[in-house]
Nanobody, 127 residues
Framework: VQLQASGGGLVQAGGSLRLSCAAS????????IVWFRQAPGKEREGVSC????????YYADSVKGRFTISRDNAKNTVYLQMNSLKPEDTAVYYC?????????????????????WGQGTLVTVSS
């Protein structure tokens, strides 16, 4: 499956952005999708994850209550709605999926379990 992340940009603190992860090559509905982010000089960290049918979602503590992950399998797209953005949310955001269908690693943010990655989209939050 090929993934493409989009929707990043420059926003002021307190603002909102919606990221999209579009899939091609295979139906997205078979795969869990995770969003990771990587800030300059920091390790890549898990942000949120959604199961293949959307029944289960997971969030990093740092984004709970501010970010919402969702999916539209008919459109082969997963979304990350980001509200109340903070300067510390500044990072390149990546979407990824595991090779196995209908499977989420445990814990969900285990980086090396994800095989397919999008190219990343930059989110910059100004103070």
């Amino acid at each position: 499956v090929q993934l493409q992340a989009s929707g990043g940009g420059l926003v002021q603190a307190g603002g909102s952005l919606r990221l999209s992860c579009a899939a091609s090559g295979s139906a997205l509905r078979y795969y869990a999708i995770v969003w990771f982010r990587q800030a300059p000089g920091k390790e890549r960290e898990g942000v949120s994850c959604i199961s293949s049918f959307g029944g289960s979602t997971y969030y990093a503590d740092s984004v709970k209550g501010r970010f919402t992950i969702s999916r539209d399998n008919a459109k082969n797209t997963v979304y990350l709605q980001m509200n109340s953005l903070k300067p510390e949310d500044t990072a390149v955001y990546y979407c990824a999926s595991p090779r196995e269908r209908h499977w989420i690693p445990s814990p969900w943010d285990r980086l090396y379990e994800y095989d397919y990655w999008g190219q990343g989209t930059l989110v910059t939050v100004s103070s």
